[in-house]
Protein backbone atom coordinates (compact mmCIF):
# COMPACT_ATOMS: atom_id res chain seq x y z
CA UNK A 1 0.00 0.00 0.00
CA UNK A 2 1.65 3.71 -0.87
CA UNK A 3 2.12 5.41 2.31
CA UNK A 4 2.18 9.16 2.20
CA UNK A 5 1.89 12.23 4.02
CA UNK A 6 -1.86 13.33 4.52
CA UNK A 7 -1.40 17.38 4.29
CA UNK A 8 -4.40 17.80 5.19
CA UNK A 9 -4.12 16.04 9.00
CA UNK A 10 -0.71 18.27 8.92
CA UNK A 11 -2.46 21.48 8.42
CA UNK A 12 -5.12 20.56 10.43
CA UNK A 13 -2.83 20.06 13.53
CA UNK A 14 -1.06 23.19 13.25
CA UNK A 15 -1.76 25.05 16.28
CA UNK A 16 0.32 27.50 17.98
CA UNK A 17 0.53 24.63 20.85
CA UNK A 18 2.15 21.97 18.25
CA UNK A 19 4.30 24.46 16.69
CA UNK A 20 5.65 25.10 20.00
CA UNK A 21 5.81 21.90 20.72
CA UNK A 22 7.23 20.98 17.63
CA UNK A 23 9.80 23.61 18.04
CA UNK A 24 11.14 21.42 21.25
CA UNK A 25 11.04 18.05 19.48
CA UNK A 26 12.79 20.08 16.45
CA UNK A 27 15.59 21.33 19.64
CA UNK A 28 15.75 17.74 20.75
CA UNK A 29 16.47 15.34 18.18
CA UNK A 30 18.28 17.70 15.40
CA UNK A 31 16.96 18.33 11.95
CA UNK A 32 17.66 15.20 10.50
CA UNK A 33 15.53 12.78 12.95
CA UNK A 34 13.10 15.50 13.51
CA UNK A 35 11.93 15.25 9.94
CA UNK A 36 12.16 11.31 10.35
CA UNK A 37 9.95 11.21 12.99
CA UNK A 38 7.49 14.07 11.75
CA UNK A 39 6.98 12.13 8.46
CA UNK A 40 6.52 9.09 10.38
CA UNK A 41 3.93 11.03 12.64
CA UNK A 42 1.56 12.14 9.65
CA UNK A 43 2.25 9.02 7.34
CA UNK A 44 -1.49 7.10 6.75
CA UNK A 45 -3.13 4.46 4.66
CA UNK A 46 -6.20 4.77 3.14
CA UNK A 47 -8.24 4.04 7.17
CA UNK A 48 -8.54 7.06 8.78
CA UNK A 49 -8.47 6.10 12.80
CA UNK A 50 -11.35 8.69 13.97
CA UNK A 51 -13.38 6.91 11.35
CA UNK A 52 -12.50 3.29 12.19
CA UNK A 53 -12.87 4.15 15.85
CA UNK A 54 -16.36 5.79 15.27
CA UNK A 55 -17.38 2.78 13.15
CA UNK A 56 -16.43 0.25 16.20
CA UNK A 57 -18.24 2.42 19.33
CA UNK A 58 -21.22 -0.03 20.43
CA UNK A 59 -24.94 1.08 19.27
CA UNK A 60 -27.38 1.25 21.49
CA UNK A 61 -28.78 -2.44 21.06
CA UNK A 62 -25.05 -3.37 22.49
CA UNK A 63 -24.89 -1.54 25.22
CA UNK A 64 -28.76 -2.64 26.48
CA UNK A 65 -27.45 -6.51 25.47
CA UNK A 66 -24.45 -5.53 27.77
CA UNK A 67 -26.83 -3.62 30.53
CA UNK A 68 -29.14 -6.82 30.68
CA UNK A 69 -26.29 -9.73 30.28
CA UNK A 70 -26.15 -11.54 33.56
CA UNK A 71 -22.45 -12.53 33.74
CA UNK A 72 -21.82 -16.11 36.24
CA UNK A 73 -20.52 -13.51 39.29
CA UNK A 74 -20.90 -10.13 40.48
CA UNK A 75 -17.67 -7.88 41.09
CA UNK A 76 -17.48 -4.87 42.01
CA UNK A 77 -14.81 -2.65 40.66
CA UNK A 78 -13.73 0.69 42.55
CA UNK A 79 -12.87 3.25 40.22
CA UNK A 80 -10.04 5.45 42.45
CA UNK A 81 -9.51 8.91 40.72
CA UNK A 82 -7.66 12.05 42.42
CA UNK A 83 -9.14 15.27 41.56
CA UNK A 84 -6.81 18.58 42.00
CA UNK A 85 -8.51 22.04 40.76
CA UNK A 86 -10.25 19.83 38.27
CA UNK A 87 -12.15 22.03 35.44
CA UNK A 88 -15.66 21.73 35.73
CA UNK A 89 -16.00 20.80 31.91
CA UNK A 90 -13.81 18.01 32.66
CA UNK A 91 -15.19 16.93 35.59
CA UNK A 92 -18.67 16.48 34.71
CA UNK A 93 -17.70 14.59 31.55
CA UNK A 94 -15.65 12.11 34.35
CA UNK A 95 -18.40 11.36 36.58
CA UNK A 96 -20.85 11.22 33.61
CA UNK A 97 -18.71 8.66 31.61
CA UNK A 98 -18.93 6.67 34.54
CA UNK A 99 -22.58 6.27 35.47
CA UNK A 100 -22.97 5.69 31.64
CA UNK A 101 -21.36 2.00 32.34
CA UNK A 102 -23.47 -0.44 31.00
CA UNK A 103 -21.91 -2.48 34.23
CA UNK A 104 -23.50 -0.99 37.03
CA UNK A 105 -21.33 -2.48 40.05
CA UNK A 106 -19.09 0.10 40.72
CA UNK A 107 -18.04 2.88 42.96
CA UNK A 108 -16.03 6.24 41.79
CA UNK A 109 -13.83 6.94 44.80
CA UNK A 110 -13.21 10.93 44.34
CA UNK A 111 -10.39 12.25 46.65
CA UNK A 112 -10.20 15.59 46.15
CA UNK A 113 -6.67 17.37 47.19
CA UNK A 114 -7.57 20.85 45.63
CA UNK A 115 -6.67 23.88 48.17
CA UNK A 116 -9.34 26.14 49.54
CA UNK A 117 -9.67 28.23 46.58
CA UNK A 118 -13.01 29.44 44.67
CA UNK A 119 -11.51 26.68 42.10
CA UNK A 120 -11.50 23.91 45.18
CA UNK A 121 -14.81 24.53 46.46
CA UNK A 122 -16.55 24.78 42.99
CA UNK A 123 -14.78 20.90 42.84
CA UNK A 124 -16.89 20.13 46.00
CA UNK A 125 -19.80 21.84 45.20
CA UNK A 126 -20.45 19.27 41.29
CA UNK A 127 -18.86 16.48 43.34
CA UNK A 128 -21.84 16.81 46.33
CA UNK A 129 -24.27 17.39 43.99
CA UNK A 130 -23.80 14.09 41.94
CA UNK A 131 -23.31 11.90 44.57
CA UNK A 132 -26.37 13.40 46.43
CA UNK A 133 -28.19 11.73 43.47
CA UNK A 134 -26.11 8.87 43.17
CA UNK A 135 -24.73 6.81 45.85
CA UNK A 136 -22.08 4.67 44.35
CA UNK A 137 -20.11 7.81 43.94
CA UNK A 138 -17.79 8.38 47.24
CA UNK A 139 -16.34 11.65 48.01
CA UNK A 140 -13.34 12.28 50.60
CA UNK A 141 -11.98 15.88 50.71
CA UNK A 142 -8.56 16.14 52.10
CA UNK A 143 -6.50 18.18 54.33
CA UNK A 144 -4.14 19.50 52.30
CA UNK A 145 -2.99 18.10 48.84
CA UNK A 146 -0.97 15.11 49.11
CA UNK A 147 0.68 14.99 45.50
CA UNK A 148 -0.41 12.63 42.40
CA UNK A 149 0.61 9.49 44.58
CA UNK A 150 -0.71 10.45 47.99
CA UNK A 151 -4.17 12.07 46.74
CA UNK A 152 -4.64 8.29 44.50
CA UNK A 153 -3.63 6.48 47.77
CA UNK A 154 -6.63 8.47 49.46
CA UNK A 155 -9.01 7.21 46.65
CA UNK A 156 -7.47 3.38 47.41
CA UNK A 157 -8.35 3.69 50.97
CA UNK A 158 -12.06 4.61 50.35
CA UNK A 159 -12.02 1.65 47.56
CA UNK A 160 -13.79 -1.53 48.82
CA UNK A 161 -14.26 -3.76 45.47
CA UNK A 162 -13.22 -6.17 44.83
CA UNK A 163 -10.96 -4.85 42.20
CA UNK A 164 -9.46 -1.52 41.90
CA UNK A 165 -9.04 1.02 38.83
CA UNK A 166 -6.82 4.01 37.84
CA UNK A 167 -8.74 6.76 36.64
CA UNK A 168 -7.39 10.09 35.67
CA UNK A 169 -9.56 13.09 36.25
CA UNK A 170 -9.52 14.57 33.08
CA UNK A 171 -9.77 11.00 31.09
CA UNK A 172 -12.64 9.16 29.89
CA UNK A 173 -14.16 6.04 29.40
CA UNK A 174 -15.98 3.93 27.53
CA UNK A 175 -19.33 2.80 28.14
CA UNK A 176 -18.43 -0.65 28.06
CA UNK A 177 -15.37 -0.53 29.90
CA UNK A 178 -16.06 -2.06 33.11
CA UNK A 179 -18.23 -4.76 31.02
CA UNK A 180 -15.47 -5.46 29.34
CA UNK A 181 -13.41 -5.94 31.99
CA UNK A 182 -15.52 -8.15 34.24
CA UNK A 183 -16.32 -10.09 30.99
CA UNK A 184 -12.37 -10.74 30.35
CA UNK A 185 -12.18 -11.54 34.47
CA UNK A 186 -15.24 -14.08 33.93
CA UNK A 187 -12.91 -15.61 30.97
CA UNK A 188 -10.21 -15.51 33.33
CA UNK A 189 -10.72 -16.35 37.51
CA UNK A 190 -7.37 -16.35 38.31
CA UNK A 191 -6.64 -13.01 36.46
CA UNK A 192 -5.10 -10.46 39.04
CA UNK A 193 -4.69 -7.38 36.78
CA UNK A 194 -6.39 -6.52 33.43
CA UNK A 195 -5.92 -3.91 31.16
CA UNK A 196 -6.84 -2.14 27.91
CA UNK A 197 -6.08 -0.62 24.56
CA UNK A 198 -6.64 3.17 24.74
CA UNK A 199 -6.29 6.47 22.43
CA UNK A 200 -6.12 9.99 22.63
CA UNK A 201 -8.96 12.60 22.52
CA UNK A 202 -8.84 16.31 21.84
CA UNK A 203 -10.44 18.56 24.62
CA UNK A 204 -13.77 18.89 22.45
CA UNK A 205 -14.32 15.13 22.47
CA UNK A 206 -14.64 15.71 18.86
CA UNK A 207 -11.53 13.37 17.09
CA UNK A 208 -9.91 10.60 18.36
CA UNK A 209 -6.30 9.99 17.51
CA UNK A 210 -2.87 8.06 18.22
CA UNK A 211 -4.73 4.53 19.11
CA UNK A 212 -2.15 2.85 21.53
CA UNK A 213 -3.09 -1.19 19.99
CA UNK A 214 -1.28 -3.00 22.64
CA UNK A 215 0.15 -6.64 23.03
CA UNK A 216 -0.69 -8.99 25.62
CA UNK A 217 1.61 -8.89 28.46
CA UNK A 218 5.34 -8.55 27.68
CA UNK A 219 7.49 -8.42 30.20
CA UNK A 220 10.31 -6.28 28.22
CA UNK A 221 8.15 -4.13 26.18
CA UNK A 222 6.96 -3.06 30.00
CA UNK A 223 10.74 -2.74 30.98
CA UNK A 224 11.35 -0.22 27.87
CA UNK A 225 7.62 1.57 28.02
CA UNK A 226 4.98 1.70 29.88
CA UNK A 227 2.78 0.47 27.12
CA UNK A 228 -0.25 -1.14 29.70
CA UNK A 229 -0.51 2.77 31.29
CA UNK A 230 -4.16 3.28 30.76
CA UNK A 231 -6.51 1.42 31.87
CA UNK A 232 -5.25 -0.81 34.16
CA UNK A 233 -7.23 -2.78 37.13
CA UNK A 234 -5.73 -4.53 39.96
CA UNK A 235 -7.36 -6.82 42.51
CA UNK A 236 -7.63 -5.09 45.69
CA UNK A 237 -6.01 -7.78 47.60
CA UNK A 238 -2.98 -7.45 45.38
CA UNK A 239 -3.06 -3.36 45.97
CA UNK A 240 -3.01 -4.13 49.49
CA UNK A 241 -0.48 -6.61 49.14
CA UNK A 242 2.19 -4.32 47.49
CA UNK A 243 1.08 -1.21 48.79
CA UNK A 244 -0.18 1.84 46.43
CA UNK A 245 1.78 4.94 44.76
CA UNK A 246 5.28 6.05 45.96
CA UNK A 247 5.41 9.68 45.84
CA UNK A 248 9.33 9.31 44.89
CA UNK A 249 8.77 8.37 41.77
CA UNK A 250 6.27 10.72 40.82
CA UNK A 251 6.04 11.63 37.90
CA UNK A 252 6.02 7.64 36.94
CA UNK A 253 3.90 6.63 39.85
CA UNK A 254 1.57 4.51 37.68
CA UNK A 255 4.81 3.05 35.91
CA UNK A 256 6.34 1.90 39.39
CA UNK A 257 2.92 0.79 41.11
CA UNK A 258 2.41 -1.11 37.29
CA UNK A 259 5.74 -2.98 37.80
CA UNK A 260 4.90 -4.18 41.79
CA UNK A 261 1.45 -5.44 41.11
CA UNK A 262 2.34 -7.83 37.46
CA UNK A 263 5.47 -8.59 39.67
CA UNK A 264 3.32 -10.99 41.89
CA UNK A 265 0.10 -11.15 39.41
CA UNK A 266 -1.07 -14.78 39.29
CA UNK A 267 -2.52 -13.40 35.63
CA UNK A 268 -2.44 -10.77 33.58
CA UNK A 269 -5.09 -10.21 31.52
CA UNK A 270 -5.43 -7.75 28.21
CA UNK A 271 -8.70 -6.08 27.04
CA UNK A 272 -7.62 -5.58 23.21
CA UNK A 273 -10.35 -2.75 22.87
CA UNK A 274 -10.01 1.23 22.43
CA UNK A 275 -11.63 1.74 26.57
CA UNK A 276 -9.74 4.09 27.43
CA UNK A 277 -9.53 7.91 26.17
CA UNK A 278 -6.87 10.23 27.14
CA UNK A 279 -7.54 13.62 26.80
CA UNK A 280 -4.99 15.83 25.15
CA UNK A 281 -4.83 19.28 26.37
CA UNK A 282 -2.40 22.18 27.59
CA UNK A 283 -1.48 20.57 30.92
CA UNK A 284 -1.67 16.96 29.67
CA UNK A 285 1.35 14.54 29.09
CA UNK A 286 -0.50 12.78 26.99
CA UNK A 287 0.21 14.95 24.51
CA UNK A 288 3.34 17.60 26.07
CA UNK A 289 6.34 15.20 26.89
CA UNK A 290 8.87 18.21 26.96
CA UNK A 291 6.42 19.40 30.21
CA UNK A 292 7.81 17.22 32.46
CA UNK A 293 11.37 15.98 31.78
CA UNK A 294 11.22 14.87 35.39
CA UNK A 295 8.71 12.26 34.82
CA UNK A 296 11.38 10.35 32.63
CA UNK A 297 14.33 10.10 34.94
CA UNK A 298 11.36 8.60 37.30
CA UNK A 299 10.61 6.13 34.83
CA UNK A 300 14.22 5.02 34.52
CA UNK A 301 14.34 4.78 38.29
CA UNK A 302 10.89 2.86 38.79
CA UNK A 303 12.80 0.48 36.08
CA UNK A 304 16.01 -0.09 38.18
CA UNK A 305 13.44 -0.84 41.70
CA UNK A 306 12.08 -3.40 39.25
CA UNK A 307 14.88 -5.27 37.76
CA UNK A 308 16.43 -4.95 42.02
CA UNK A 309 13.33 -6.55 43.03
CA UNK A 310 13.69 -9.56 40.13
CA UNK A 311 16.99 -10.18 40.88
CA UNK A 312 18.11 -8.71 37.38
CA UNK A 313 21.28 -6.54 36.27
CA UNK A 314 21.19 -4.37 33.72
CA UNK A 315 22.08 -0.89 33.20
CA UNK A 316 18.65 1.26 32.30
CA UNK A 317 19.55 4.16 30.04
CA UNK A 318 16.99 6.94 27.96
CA UNK A 319 17.07 6.70 24.55
CA UNK A 320 16.28 9.78 22.07
CA UNK A 321 12.52 8.44 22.17
CA UNK A 322 11.20 10.69 25.10
CA UNK A 323 9.58 7.68 28.22
CA UNK A 324 11.28 5.07 25.89
CA UNK A 325 13.87 2.94 27.90
CA UNK A 326 16.72 0.46 27.25
CA UNK A 327 18.13 -2.48 29.51
CA UNK A 328 21.49 -3.58 28.84
CA UNK A 329 21.56 -7.04 31.27
CA UNK A 330 25.25 -7.92 32.79
CA UNK A 331 27.32 -10.89 31.15
CA UNK A 332 27.72 -13.50 33.97
CA UNK A 333 31.13 -15.06 33.63
CA UNK A 334 32.32 -15.85 30.01
CA UNK A 335 30.45 -18.83 29.13
CA UNK A 336 31.83 -20.66 25.74
CA UNK A 337 29.86 -19.70 23.07
CA UNK A 338 29.10 -21.55 19.77
CA UNK A 339 28.50 -20.12 16.47
CA UNK A 340 26.48 -22.30 13.88
CA UNK A 341 27.17 -21.38 10.15
CA UNK A 342 25.35 -23.80 7.48
CA UNK A 343 27.12 -22.89 3.73
CA UNK A 344 27.19 -24.49 0.28
CA UNK A 345 29.54 -22.80 -2.19
CA UNK A 346 30.18 -18.77 -2.23
CA UNK A 347 33.01 -18.55 -0.54
CA UNK A 348 32.96 -14.76 -0.69
CA UNK A 349 30.06 -14.32 1.14
CA UNK A 350 31.13 -16.63 4.02
CA UNK A 351 34.32 -14.88 4.00
CA UNK A 352 32.66 -11.70 4.26
CA UNK A 353 30.23 -13.05 7.46
CA UNK A 354 33.53 -14.56 9.13
CA UNK A 355 35.54 -11.80 8.48
CA UNK A 356 32.82 -9.37 10.11
CA UNK A 357 32.66 -12.01 13.16
CA UNK A 358 36.38 -12.12 13.48
CA UNK A 359 36.77 -7.87 13.43
CA UNK A 360 33.66 -6.50 15.37
CA UNK A 361 33.19 -9.14 17.99
CA UNK A 362 34.33 -8.04 21.13
CA UNK A 363 33.33 -10.81 23.68
CA UNK A 364 36.40 -12.99 24.50
CA UNK A 365 35.27 -16.98 24.53
CA UNK A 366 33.21 -18.04 21.00
CA UNK A 367 33.70 -20.82 18.77
CA UNK A 368 32.73 -21.02 15.08
CA UNK A 369 31.25 -24.25 13.69
CA UNK A 370 30.65 -24.25 9.82
CA UNK A 371 28.32 -26.99 8.48
CA UNK A 372 29.08 -27.82 4.93
CA UNK A 373 26.50 -28.85 2.43
CA UNK A 374 27.12 -30.56 -0.58
CA UNK A 375 29.58 -27.48 -1.93
CA UNK A 376 30.86 -28.31 -5.21
CA UNK A 377 33.74 -25.39 -5.84
CA UNK A 378 37.22 -25.46 -5.44
CA UNK A 379 37.29 -22.04 -4.03
CA UNK A 380 35.24 -23.35 -1.12
CA UNK A 381 37.49 -26.12 -0.30
CA UNK A 382 40.33 -23.85 -0.06
CA UNK A 383 38.45 -21.82 2.29
CA UNK A 384 37.90 -24.36 4.59
CA UNK A 385 40.91 -25.57 4.67
CA UNK A 386 42.50 -22.30 5.53
CA UNK A 387 39.52 -21.87 8.40
CA UNK A 388 40.15 -25.25 10.06
CA UNK A 389 43.99 -24.00 11.16
CA UNK A 390 42.28 -21.12 13.10
CA UNK A 391 42.17 -22.26 16.51
CA UNK A 392 38.37 -21.47 17.28
CA UNK A 393 36.77 -22.33 13.90
CA UNK A 394 35.73 -26.01 13.23
CA UNK A 395 34.39 -27.23 9.56
CA UNK A 396 31.94 -30.51 9.85
CA UNK A 397 30.24 -32.56 7.13
CA UNK A 398 25.93 -33.04 6.71
CA UNK A 399 26.22 -34.95 3.28
CA UNK A 400 22.19 -35.09 2.50
CA UNK A 401 20.65 -32.94 0.87
CA UNK A 402 19.76 -29.20 1.78
CA UNK A 403 17.48 -29.38 5.31
CA UNK A 404 18.08 -26.33 7.24
CA UNK A 405 16.44 -27.81 10.50
CA UNK A 406 18.45 -30.74 9.71
CA UNK A 407 21.61 -29.18 9.21
CA UNK A 408 21.72 -27.00 12.17
CA UNK A 409 20.86 -29.72 14.53
CA UNK A 410 23.56 -31.50 13.17
CA UNK A 411 25.94 -28.18 13.71
CA UNK A 412 24.33 -28.01 17.35
CA UNK A 413 25.21 -31.87 18.51
CA UNK A 414 28.84 -30.94 17.04
CA UNK A 415 28.97 -27.44 19.21
CA UNK A 416 30.35 -27.50 22.76
CA UNK A 417 29.05 -23.97 24.23
CA UNK A 418 26.19 -23.45 26.59
CA UNK A 419 25.02 -20.82 24.36
CA UNK A 420 24.13 -21.25 20.48
CA UNK A 421 23.96 -18.72 17.68
CA UNK A 422 22.04 -19.39 14.50
CA UNK A 423 23.77 -17.74 11.81
CA UNK A 424 23.04 -17.53 8.16
CA UNK A 425 26.52 -17.09 5.82
CA UNK A 426 25.00 -14.15 4.21
CA UNK A 427 25.16 -11.84 7.56
CA UNK A 428 27.59 -9.42 8.25
CA UNK A 429 27.63 -7.99 11.81
CA UNK A 430 27.36 -4.42 12.17
CA UNK A 431 27.13 -4.33 16.58
CA UNK A 432 30.49 -5.08 17.89
CA UNK A 433 29.07 -6.19 21.71
CA UNK A 434 26.36 -8.67 19.63
CA UNK A 435 27.09 -10.80 21.67
CA UNK A 436 27.29 -10.09 25.04
CA UNK A 437 24.17 -8.20 23.71
CA UNK A 438 22.22 -11.48 23.37
CA UNK A 439 23.45 -13.09 26.40
CA UNK A 440 22.59 -10.34 28.51
CA UNK A 441 18.86 -11.58 27.69
CA UNK A 442 19.22 -15.44 26.92
CA UNK A 443 21.22 -15.80 30.69
CA UNK A 444 17.84 -14.84 32.48
CA UNK A 445 16.12 -17.88 33.86
CA UNK A 446 12.75 -16.81 31.60
CA UNK A 447 14.17 -16.34 28.17
CA UNK A 448 14.82 -18.87 25.94
CA UNK A 449 15.85 -17.59 22.86
CA UNK A 450 16.69 -13.94 21.44
CA UNK A 451 16.56 -12.58 18.22
CA UNK A 452 18.26 -9.50 16.28
CA UNK A 453 17.37 -6.21 13.79
CA UNK A 454 18.05 -7.19 10.35
CA UNK A 455 18.55 -4.93 7.39
CA UNK A 456 19.19 -5.26 3.62
CA UNK A 457 21.83 -3.96 2.16
CA UNK A 458 20.16 -0.65 1.32
CA UNK A 459 19.30 -0.06 4.73
CA UNK A 460 16.17 -1.16 5.01
CA UNK A 461 14.74 -3.50 7.62
CA UNK A 462 14.38 -7.12 6.11
CA UNK A 463 13.51 -8.49 10.34
CA UNK A 464 12.68 -6.73 13.77
CA UNK A 465 10.39 -9.48 14.79
CA UNK A 466 8.28 -12.14 13.30
CA UNK A 467 4.17 -11.89 13.60
CA UNK A 468 2.36 -15.17 13.98
CA UNK A 469 -0.77 -14.69 10.56
CA UNK A 470 0.87 -12.29 8.39
CA UNK A 471 0.69 -12.96 4.96
CA UNK A 472 -0.60 -16.54 5.94
CA UNK A 473 1.58 -18.14 9.04
CA UNK A 474 4.22 -15.86 9.58
CA UNK A 475 5.91 -12.82 8.74
CA UNK A 476 8.54 -10.17 9.49
CA UNK A 477 7.85 -6.52 11.03
CA UNK A 478 8.48 -3.57 9.03
CA UNK A 479 9.81 -4.97 6.42
CA UNK A 480 11.34 -2.67 3.76
CA UNK A 481 11.23 0.24 6.41
CA UNK A 482 13.89 2.20 6.29
CA UNK A 483 16.43 2.24 8.94
CA UNK A 484 16.36 5.37 10.51
CA UNK A 485 12.32 4.99 11.10
CA UNK A 486 11.44 3.59 14.85
CA UNK A 487 7.99 2.68 13.41
CA UNK A 488 4.56 2.26 15.31
CA UNK A 489 5.27 3.63 18.97
CA UNK A 490 8.69 2.98 18.26
CA UNK A 491 8.24 -0.90 18.16
CA UNK A 492 11.37 -1.11 15.63
CA UNK A 493 13.76 -0.05 18.13
CA UNK A 494 12.63 -1.71 21.56
CA UNK A 495 13.30 -4.56 23.51
CA UNK A 496 10.15 -6.82 23.50
CA UNK A 497 8.75 -10.34 24.09
CA UNK A 498 7.58 -11.81 20.82
CA UNK A 499 6.00 -15.29 19.03
CA UNK A 500 9.29 -15.48 17.62
CA UNK A 501 12.05 -14.06 15.69
CA UNK A 502 14.34 -15.54 12.27
CA UNK A 503 17.05 -17.88 13.20
CA UNK A 504 18.98 -16.20 10.64
CA UNK A 505 20.43 -14.18 13.62
CA UNK A 506 19.06 -16.54 16.61
CA UNK A 507 20.96 -17.19 20.41
CA UNK A 508 19.65 -20.32 21.92
CA UNK A 509 20.20 -21.71 25.69
CA UNK A 510 21.61 -25.27 24.42
CA UNK A 511 19.39 -26.89 27.43
CA UNK A 512 16.38 -24.83 25.76
CA UNK A 513 17.17 -26.29 22.90
CA UNK A 514 17.46 -29.99 24.20
CA UNK A 515 14.16 -29.58 25.95
CA UNK A 516 12.43 -28.01 22.70
CA UNK A 517 14.03 -31.01 20.62
CA UNK A 518 15.80 -28.59 18.47
CA UNK A 519 14.30 -27.84 14.45
CA UNK A 520 11.84 -29.84 13.38
CA UNK A 521 13.47 -31.79 9.93
CA UNK A 522 10.03 -31.55 8.37
CA UNK A 523 10.31 -27.96 7.75
CA UNK A 524 13.00 -28.39 5.24
CA UNK A 525 12.99 -24.56 4.41
CA UNK A 526 10.56 -22.37 5.49
CA UNK A 527 9.14 -21.79 9.18
CA UNK A 528 11.40 -24.10 11.05
CA UNK A 529 12.79 -21.30 12.74
CA UNK A 530 8.81 -20.02 13.48
CA UNK A 531 7.80 -23.77 14.80
CA UNK A 532 10.86 -23.74 16.74
CA UNK A 533 10.27 -20.24 18.89
CA UNK A 534 6.62 -21.75 19.17
CA UNK A 535 7.38 -24.84 20.73
CA UNK A 536 10.08 -22.78 22.75
CA UNK A 537 7.13 -20.40 23.82
CA UNK A 538 4.90 -23.38 24.75
CA UNK A 539 7.74 -24.40 27.41
CA UNK A 540 7.13 -21.54 28.98
CA UNK A 541 9.95 -19.55 28.09
CA UNK A 542 10.29 -15.84 26.53
CA UNK A 543 11.88 -15.19 22.87
CA UNK A 544 13.14 -12.12 22.89
CA UNK A 545 13.82 -9.26 20.10
CA UNK A 546 16.73 -6.97 20.77
CA UNK A 547 16.78 -4.06 18.05
CA UNK A 548 20.36 -3.54 19.91
CA UNK A 549 21.78 -6.48 17.96
CA UNK A 550 22.57 -4.99 14.17
CA UNK A 551 23.12 -7.04 11.37
CA UNK A 552 22.98 -7.18 7.60
CA UNK A 553 21.56 -10.07 5.80
CA UNK A 554 21.72 -11.10 2.12
CA UNK A 555 18.31 -12.77 2.67
CA UNK A 556 18.25 -16.26 1.03
CA UNK A 557 21.20 -15.28 -1.70
CA UNK A 558 22.55 -18.86 -1.09
CA UNK A 559 18.87 -20.96 -1.36
CA UNK A 560 17.49 -19.68 -4.65
CA UNK A 561 14.08 -19.34 -5.49
CA UNK A 562 10.90 -21.46 -5.11
CA UNK A 563 10.73 -21.78 -9.13
CA UNK A 564 10.22 -25.69 -9.49
CA UNK A 565 7.05 -27.76 -8.68
CA UNK A 566 9.22 -29.13 -6.06
CA UNK A 567 9.90 -26.53 -4.78
CA UNK A 568 6.67 -25.44 -4.69
CA UNK A 569 5.12 -28.90 -3.51
CA UNK A 570 7.61 -28.37 -0.96
CA UNK A 571 6.54 -25.11 0.96
CA UNK A 572 2.82 -26.24 0.75
CA UNK A 573 3.16 -29.32 2.71
CA UNK A 574 5.17 -26.27 5.10
CA UNK A 575 2.54 -24.53 5.19
CA UNK A 576 0.22 -27.84 5.84
CA UNK A 577 2.50 -28.71 8.76
CA UNK A 578 2.21 -24.78 10.44
CA UNK A 579 -1.96 -24.92 10.03
CA UNK A 580 -2.27 -28.32 11.26
CA UNK A 581 0.41 -27.96 14.36
CA UNK A 582 -0.48 -24.35 15.31
CA UNK A 583 -4.24 -23.90 14.61
CA UNK A 584 -4.71 -22.39 17.64
CA UNK A 585 -2.21 -19.35 17.29
CA UNK A 586 -3.76 -18.85 14.17
CA UNK A 587 -6.90 -18.86 14.44
CA UNK A 588 -6.89 -17.12 17.88
CA UNK A 589 -3.75 -14.51 16.86
CA UNK A 590 -0.79 -13.88 17.92
CA UNK A 591 -0.82 -12.83 21.83
CA UNK A 592 2.01 -10.22 21.18
CA UNK A 593 -0.43 -8.38 18.19
CA UNK A 594 -3.33 -7.07 18.32
CA UNK A 595 -6.25 -7.94 16.59
CA UNK A 596 -6.99 -4.49 15.47
CA UNK A 597 -4.03 -4.41 13.05
CA UNK A 598 -3.75 -6.14 9.77
CA UNK A 599 -2.21 -9.28 8.74
CA UNK A 600 -1.59 -7.80 4.96
CA UNK A 601 1.06 -5.75 6.14
CA UNK A 602 4.04 -5.63 8.43
CA UNK A 603 4.01 -2.56 9.41
CA UNK A 604 1.26 -2.22 12.17
CA UNK A 605 -1.75 -0.89 10.15
CA UNK A 606 -5.01 -0.60 11.08
CA UNK A 607 -7.45 -3.83 10.04
CA UNK A 608 -9.08 -3.34 7.42
CA UNK A 609 -12.95 -4.43 8.81
CA UNK A 610 -15.34 -4.23 5.76
Not at 121 to 148: C, F, H, P, Q
Not at 296 to 305: L, V
Not at 521 to 538: I, S
Request: aromatic share 12%; net charge negative.
Amino acid sequence: MARKISWGKLIKRLSPYNIKKGILYLKHYGPKEFASRLGERFENTDIDYNEWYMSQVPDENELERQRKHSLEFSLKISLAVPLYNTPEKFLRQLIECVQLQTYTNWELCLADGSPDTEQGARVREIVLEYSGRDGRIKYRRLEKNLGIAGNTNAAFEMADGDFVALLDHDDLLAPSAVYEVLKALQEHPGADAVYTDEDKVDTELTEHFQPHFKPDFSPDLLRANNYICHWFVVRKTLLEEVGGLRSEFDGAQDYDFIFRCTEKAGEVVHVPKILYHWRVHKASTADNPASKMYAFEAGKRAIESHLDRCGLQGEVSHTPDYGFYRVKYKVKDTPLVSVVIPNKDHADTLRQCLRSVREKTTYPRYEIIIVENNSVEDETFELYRSLEAQENIKVVRWESGFNYSAINNYGFSEAKGEYIICLNNDITVITPDWMEELLGHCQRPDTGIVGARLYYPDDTIQHAGIVIGIGGIAGSLFVNMPRSRSGYLHKARLQQDLSAVTAACMMVKRSVWEEAGGFEEKLAVAFNDVDFCLRVRKAGYLVVYDPYVEMYHDESKTRGVEDTKEKVRRFQSEIEYMRGHWINILKNGDPYYNPNLSLTSWNYELRNLE
